[in-house]
Nanobody, 121 residues
Framework: QVQLVESGGGLVQAGGSLRLSCAAS????????MNWYRQAPGKQRELVAT???????NYADSVKGRFTVSRDNAKNTVYLQMNSLKPEDTAIYYC???????????????WGQGTQVTVSS
């Protein structure tokens, strides 16, 4: 079993910054993909940023140039640096990871509990 624990959410004024962290623990051989999703009230969950074990990254158009995703493979941790925050970034942010427990074993998807980010205007 694998646990994902997010931290770093909070209340910030528009234009401010926050850094989210997501630490994975448990039966982990390799984490291939780590994602950040968000869900605003009344809206569907959307993919915000992705990072792979090879270091490639991808972003939603709405956050490009403002958010940066990074990971520390030694700590099984992924970060989301959020700059120039806007009120429309307000949402619960979720960490998602695809984890292998064994070499050449299957990948399983795990989710964190979410952390609230609120941006005031």
């Amino acid at each position: 079993q694998v646990q994902l624990v997010e931290s770093g959410g909070g209340l910030v004024q528009a234009g401010g910054s926050l850094r989210l962290s997501c630490a994975a623990s448990g039966n982990i051989f390799n984490i291939t993909i780590m994602n950040w999703y968000r869900q605003a009230p009344g809206k569907q969950r959307e993919l915000v940023a992705t990072t792979t074990s090879s270091g490639s990254t991808n972003y939603a158009d709405s956050v490009k140039g403002r958010f940066t995703v990074s990971r520390d493979n030694a700590k099984n941790t992924v970060y989301l640096q959020m700059n120039s925050l806007k009120p429309e970034d307000t949402a619960i942010y979720y960490c998602n990871a695809y984890v292998q427990a064994l070499p050449r074993g299957p990948r399983y998807s795990y989710w964190g509990q979410g952390t609230q980010v609120t941006v005031s205007s």
